[in-house]
């Protein structure tokens, strides 16, 4: 299996998610092309790997929330 950076980040956002207390997931983690991201929508994209989730994770890792 060959670790992608995007695969790392990916990784690193599901891990960081599976943390993150079900009171404070509908908090906006994220705002890419002026619509904002909550924790549970990252959620769906990421695990869609849709093309929107690249500029999510790319987003929190920037703002140093995932690594």
């Known amino acids: 299996m060959v670790d992608t950076a995007y695969d790392k980040l990916r990784a690193a956002f599901l891990r ?11 908090e906006i983690i994220a705002v890419v ?22 500029k999510i ?3 929190l890792k920037k703002l140093e929330i995932i690594s």
Request: no cysteine; proline share 6%; glycine share 8%.
């Open 16 to 26: 960081a998610f599976a943390s993150v207390p079900d009171s404070l997931r509908s």
């Open 33 to 54: 092309d002026g619509k904002p991201f909550t924790w549970e929508s990252s959620y769906v994209e990421v695990k869609g790997g849709t093309e929107k989730s690249k």
């Open 57 to 59: 994770l790319n987003e």
